[in-house]
């Protein structure tokens, strides 16, 4: 077997796609329609849209939500602040989904605080439909259970593929 078939990603059914529920949290109509694109292009068709904070909460409570797309938002209610609110809540249901967050900022800062407020990936604009896929199939593929402690909510920030640790920066790599 060749190093190439053995390091290739599983590959998502269309089945488990078009089973699959989405929150899209972008207030910008035009991202909103891209990102829409994105996911009924690999078959997702239960898309729930929301154009702010208070209407993402509102959506998660009413719909079968498997995964969250959120934008950084403007205040008062921003992109954080809900991914805050969904890892504190009380119902497991709700404080379990997996959020891919999308944001302008670069800044290793804004990084730090999006995976301190519990965001289990992060795309920074403008991606590619190709990074939107290869973060919604990491989270299918290789789920991390949320952990709850006094200092943090949020996903497992150990990396593992099968039961080893994945080691995603130079420094890891060299341990």
């Given at each position: ?12 059914s269309p ?24 996911l009924g ?52 249901k709700l ?81």
């Open positions: 077997m060749s190093q190439r078939a053995e390091t290739r990603r599983p590959t998502i089945e488990t796609y078009s089973q699959l529920g989405v929150l899209l949290v972008e207030d910008t109509l035009h991202m909103a329609t891209l990102l829409r694109g994105v292009g690999i078959g997702i068709r239960n898309i729930v849209s929301a154009r702010s904070g208070e209407d993402a909460l509102a959506a998660l409570m009413r719909g079968k939500v498997d995964l969250a797309i959120m934008d950084d938002l403007e205040p008062p209610l921003d992109g954080l602040s809900v991914v805050r609110a969904i890892r504190l809540a009380e119902e497991d404080n379990q989904i997996p959020v891919i967050y999308l944001t302008t900022k670069r800044e290793r800062s804004a990084i730090i605080e999006a995976r301190d407020a519990g965001v289990t990936e992060i795309l920074s604009k403008p991606f590619s439909a190709q990074q939107m896929i290869e973060r919604i199939e990491a989270i299918l593929t290789r789920p991390r259970a949320i952990v709850r402690s006094e200092g943090f909510n949020g996903p497992d920030r150990r990396r593992r593929d099968g039961k080893a640790i994945v080691k995603r920066r130079e420094s890891d790599r060299k341990a």
